[in-house]
């Protein structure tokens, strides 16, 4: 975050210089707090839904991909990520 900045418009921001995308803030999904000696992660999940822009990589990487939920763990994702997202899904379709 940036100093005075709101925590929503932090998410857009960073979501916007990390995909591309131009997304509206929602509701919190979950805090995951991560201990890794001797690092400490607190992490805030939003739901976002994307309103514009275009995908594309962020400087920090070299390819950004939307994958269909049956793919996901081919990705090698966590078991923390893949709860997160299937929450956040559930979230969504419940409106």
């Given amino acids: 975050m940036e100093p005075g ?4 418009d932090a998410v857009a921001r960073e979501i916007r210089e990390e995909t591309g995308l131009d997304v509206r803030v929602g ?3 979950e805090v995951v707090e991560i201990v890794a000696t001797p690092y400490h992660y607190v992490i805030l999940d939003y739901l976002c ?8 990589p962020g400087d920090d990487a070299s390819e950004v991909a939307l994958v269909p939920v049956p793919e996901l763990p081919a990705y090698g994702l966590t078991d923390v990520a893949l709860r997160v997202i299937h929450k956040a899904l559930a979230m969504a379709a419940a409106g």
């Fill in 49 to 56: 839904e994307s309103i514009g822009g275009a995908l594309s």
């Fill in 5 to 8: 900045e709101r925590l929503a």
């Fill in 27 to 29: 509701p919190l999904v």
